[in-house]
């Protein structure tokens, strides 16, 4: 991966809504923080903190390369910027390994965590391939990796349904910047939080979709096993985007751990 350098939180528009504590809601890779409207009933009881990573939705393509270490750092900066000292922190995917990365370098600013199918590290396979994925995206648009990201997003009858969750995708995916997507897949492929995810001490929530792909439910069980009091939570008829596919679940989840 190429040299990194930080990143702006200048460049983040950050969209707040509901009133309590506050909840940052980090969203997954090729998404914007519209992922997250489908958890809006949460507004009567905490202030839901969102915002759109760099190169994705309305935040620009960032000058440089970066890593999760660098988008960690950025969430510093925004929630600084935002006057918010301390909050509960969730991220899906890409926006779990931020969360776990910011929960881990900046522990005073997290009240509780919740982690939605993520993982500490990719496997072997899974780090070669984002690279080639990387290239499709510059070279066809991330729209050209909807029939593989659909089968791993969501369980068959879900897609077949093709209810108005699905189409989200659909239409985020259509739009997202093709080098937004690419910086961001070079990210996840040199990620690697094994040594540093253990010094979560905030009380953890970890979830899982009983569908995901295996490399997903294993690393679901490595977060429950390495960050000390986790919980475990498999979420049945879900696949990578749980939230998408049984969002009331989710939302019961939360208002029990929160």
């Given at each position: 991966m190429p040299q990194t350098a930080p990143l702006d939180p200048g460049m983040i528009r950050v969209h707040r809504t509901g009133s309590g504590p506050p909840l940052v809601m980090l969203h997954c890779l090729g998404m914007t923080h519209h992922l997250w409207d489908c958890l809006?009933?949460?507004?009567?009881?905490?202030?839901l903190i969102s915002y759109d990573l760099?190169?994705?939705?309305?935040?620009?393509?960032?000058?440089?390369?970066?890593?999760?270490?660098?988008?960690?750092?950025?969430?510093?900066?925004?929630?600084r910027r935002e006057g918010i000292a301390r909050a509960h922190v969730m991220g899906i995917s890409l926006g779990g390994l931020v969360a776990?990365?910011?929960?881990?370098?900046?522990?005073?600013?997290?009240?509780?965590?919740?982690?939605?199918?993520?993982?500490?590290?990719?496997?072997?396979?899974?780090?070669?391939?984002?690279a080639v994925r990387a290239a499709a995206a510059r070279r066809d648009g991330p729209a050209s990796l909807l029939p593989m990201i659909l089968k791993i997003w969501f369980t068959e009858p879900f897609v077949a349904a093709d209810p108005p969750?699905?189409?989200l995708v659909r239409e985020t995916f259509a739009a997202c910047n093709g080098e937004g997507y690419a910086l961001a897949c070079e990210a996840l492929g040199a990620a690697d939080l094994l040594a540093l995810t253990p010094r979560i001490a905030a009380p953890t929530l970890v979830i899982c979709g009983a569908d995901e792909i295996p490399a997903f439910r294993d690393a679901a069980a490595w977060l429950h096993a390495n960050i000390a009091g986790?919980?475990?939570?498999?979420?049945?008829?879900?696949?990578?985007?749980?939230?998408?596919?049984?969002?009331?679940?989710?939302?019961?989840?939360?208002r029990g751990f929160l």
């Open positions: 809006g009933g949460l507004t009567d009881r905490f202030e760099p190169g994705h939705g309305e935040t620009a393509l960032p000058a440089a390369p970066y890593g999760i270490a660098e988008l960690s750092a950025q969430l510093v900066g925004v929630l776990q990365h910011f929960a881990a370098t900046a522990a005073a600013m997290v009240d509780k965590l919740v982690l939605l199918d993520t993982t500490p590290r990719y496997t072997g396979e899974a780090r070669a391939n984002w969750a699905v189409r986790a919980r475990l939570e498999i979420v049945a008829s879900a696949a990578h985007a749980s939230v998408l596919e049984q969002p009331a679940r989710i939302e019961a989840l939360l």
